[in-house]
């Protein structure tokens, strides 16, 4: 829930200054950036405990979906390079779904407290997918 906190925080400081889909585009970059810095944070070994097998406890996928994250979140930021960020993102969240699922299923933890459910996480996937493409992609490329 760490993440939706970020998010909805960063979507409210930054909407003082932009309209209300720049606003929320920049909480969906400031989330990504904090949720792709824990990949390389103490929790690390949760997140690669998360991944189903064959993988599981793959640190190498750790790092590399930190390092898309991020990159997502920066191009986000960057209008020339939008659509393709949040392309990658929405592609990004389905691949990391399975992993939600298997460590909910399974019981694993994150930080000692344990992984967010399902039918809390499916839903803020959906509207994180649905926020990207409306901030994003569904806009006018013409617009300056």
């Known amino acids: 829930?760490?993440?939706l906190i970020v998010q909805i925080v960063a979507t409210l400081l930054a909407?003082?200054?932009v309209k209300w889909t720049d606003a929320v585009?920049?909480?969906?970059?400031?989330?990504?950036?904090?949720t792709a810095g824990s990949h390389f944070s103490s929790?690390?070994?949760d997140l690669a405990a998360m991944i189903p097998p064959p993988l599981t406890g793959a640190l190498w996928l750790i790092y590399?979906?930190?390092?898309l994250e991020a990159a997502g979140a920066i191009g986000l930021l960057i209008s020339r390079v939008r659509r393709l960020a949040a392309a990658g993102l929405i592609v990004l969240l389905v691949a990391?779904?399975?992993a939600n699922v298997y460590a909910a299923l399974s019981g694993l933890t994150l930080g000692g407290a344990a992984a967010t459910p399902l039918w809390i996480r499916a839903p803020l996937q959906l509207f994180w997918i649905a926020a990207l493409w409306h901030t994003s992609l569904a806009t006018d490329r013409r617009r300056p």
């Open 64 to 67: 590399l979906t930190g390092i």
């Open 43 to 45: 929790l690390k070994y």
């Open 1 to 3: 829930m760490a993440p």
């Open 96 to 98: 990391l779904f399975p």
């Open 15 to 17: 909407r003082w200054f």
């Open 25 to 34: 585009r920049i909480g969906l970059a400031v989330m990504l950036l904090f």
